[in-house]
């Protein structure tokens, strides 16, 4: 493994650590202020799918220490990092929630895919497996909110 290789890994890994803090903090938002007919569902649904997010939290920052780096140090570092669209209107309707977490996951999903190259790139056999884990758990996440659309 080169130098660049694993810096690139390293970068790309805390990319999507904040990337996995946003979306946690967006769905948690969103679980607080989802309201209208399918509240409860949908109140629930959030609930999972970010407590599911948080638990990543650990994991991938782990693998930035596994491989020598430093971690995001602050919410200012995981706002530069992140590529999750903030979302601060509380009045948004249910079904604009759906879409907008759904949209967020397949950019989760996108960074992964960066995530798994760099690792391949750098020959951490234990990242690229790992990342298979979380494409699985995101798609999952993405086509739950996708049906609640159709």
Do not use: C
Request: hydrophobic share 45%; glycine share 4%; aromatic share 8%.
């Amino acid at each position: 493994m080169t130098n660049n290789a694993k810096a690139a890994l390293i970068d790309s890994l805390n990319g999507l650590l904040a990337d996995t803090f946003a979306l946690y903090i967006k769905t948690k938002n969103f679980h607080w202020h989802v309201r209208g007919r399918q509240f409860h569902d949908l109140h629930l649904l959030f609930d999972t799918q970010a407590t599911e997010i948080f638990a990543l939290t650990d994991l991938v920052a782990e693998r930035v220490r596994k491989q020598g780096g430093t971690t995001l140090t602050s919410p200012s570092v995981i706002a530069e990092k992140t590529q999750i669209k903030p979302q601060d209107d509380t009045s948004l309707d249910a079904m604009a929630m759906v879409k907008e977490l759904a949209d967020d996951n397949d950019t989760y999903i996108a960074r992964i895919r960066e995530v798994k190259a760099a690792a391949e790139e750098a020959g951490d056999n234990a990242t690229s497996g790992i990342a298979d884990d979380w494409t699985d758990q995101a798609e999952q996440r993405a086509w739950f909110l996708r049906e609640i659309l159709a």
